[in-house]
């Protein structure tokens, strides 16, 4: 009688392993290296049947009690990587399917970087002055009159907080002495690209090693100013 027991049981251990199969397998990047974490599915038409991630080598292993008839989805899901499949059939009781994955095409938002409308290095504030135009301005006087601080008098004279500036330079050189307003009145606000504003000023009628109050101002154009002739002074 328990001679007849265990060979009932063995009889349905035997039917048991035989109907289970497994599907085990690898998955690498282009590069051949283990990708981790990869959702590895079956799927037969819309019923997943099993499911397991990969491991730190890239192994996977799915395991069922019973094989399903017919063929097989093996889905392969990974954030960083596109998603791949692979239909088979499971005739073997172990199975081995192996996936290569193909990195994502990362598209990337694009991006204007505007330049800093004030910045300020030692005793030099540089303005950007295309960040201060509004509606309707049209030359470097209308251009100043935004910038804080700064005053533009009816007859075109600077001044930065109170104080008139002491000298008037387009790229660095002072070319109009104190008729700047030629300048100011005549270049197109977009031909000018900085404004810098020097505070503590030394000119040459002041020692460098006097403390100093006079206010300069440097107008910097961009390169298309530098090869164009400007108009005639505005009427006012």
């Avoid at 049947?49 to 192994?59: C, D, I, Q, R």
């Amino acid at each position: 009688m328990q001679r007849l027991l265990y060979i009932i049981l063995y009889v349905v251990l035997a039917a048991s392993a035989s109907a289970q199969v497994k599907v085990t397998g690898r998955v690498i990047d282009l590069q051949q290296k283990p990708v981790s974490d990869v959702i590895v599915k079956m799927v037969s038409g819309t019923k997943t049947l099993a499911f397991t991630s990969t491991n730190a080598k890239g192994e996977y292993a799915l395991e069922l009690k019973n094989a399903p008839s017919g063929e097989v989805t093996l889905q392969f899901t990974h954030i960083s990587y596109e998603k791949e499949s692979e239909r088979v059939t499971l005739k073997e009781r172990v199975t081995k399917m192996d996936m290569i994955l193909t990195p994502k095409a990362v598209s990337l938002k694009e991006v204007t970087v505007k330049p800093d409308p004030l910045r300020q290095r030692g005793d030099t504030l540089s303005h950007n002055l295309a960040s201060f135009l509004g509606k309707g301005d049209v030359t470097l006087e209308d251009g100043l009159k935004r910038l804080p601080g700064v005053d533009v008098s009816q007859n075109g004279g600077i001044s930065y907080m109170g104080k008139p500036i002491s000298q008037f330079n387009i790229e660095g050189l002072d070319m109009l002495g104190g008729k700047y307003n030629l300048a100011t009145r005549n270049i197109p606000a977009d031909y000018v690209t900085q404004v810098e504003i020097v505070r503590n000023h030394h000119s040459r009628r002041v020692e460098k090693d006097v403390p100093s109050n006079e206010v300069s101002m440097n107008i910097k154009l961009s390169n298309k100013a530098k090869f164009k002739p400007f108009g005639q002074e505005r009427q006012r």
